[in-house]
């Protein structure tokens, strides 16, 4: 079995800032959210206040960009939260679909 090969901070997927906002649900509790950076398998987030969620805990996740989602809290401390993504195919669509249309590399824009 190979493993996955690991950037130099130990991350599996290179992280892209952004700032998107959105809510995050967990058992009823709604929050607003703000997208602090996004990959391919997850993304890291800030809350407007506190949830109950745990290391472990699926929770719902609604921005414009991304569309609604499920995600594992992978860590919470600070305000801060690390998701992963549900690895369905759905997810998987929207996420691509993210870095396609709606992410823009700034390396890679040309100067008007």
């Not at 090969?5 to 997927?13: E, H, I, Y």
């Not at 993304?43 to 960009?65: D, F, P, Q």
């Not at 989602?69 to 992978?74: D, G, I, L, N, S």
Request: hydrophobic share 40%.
């Amino acid at each position: 079995m190979l493993a996955a090969k690991l950037s130099t901070d130990g991350r599996r997927s290179q992280r892209i800032r952004c700032h998107i906002r959105g809510t995050l649900e967990f058992v009823g509790q709604k929050l607003t959210m703000r997208v602090l950076d996004i990959s391919k398998s997850g993304m890291a987030i800030h809350l407007e206040g506190w949830i109950e969620a745990k290391r472990g805990a699926t929770v719902s996740v609604y921005c414009a960009e991304l569309g609604h989602m499920e995600c594992t809290v992978r860590w919470y401390r600070a305000g801060k939260m690390g998701l992963e993504f549900e690895r369905t195919t759905n997810t998987v669509a929207q996420i691509t679909a993210y870095f396609r249309n709606f992410h823009r590399d700034p390396r890679n824009l040309v100067p008007v």
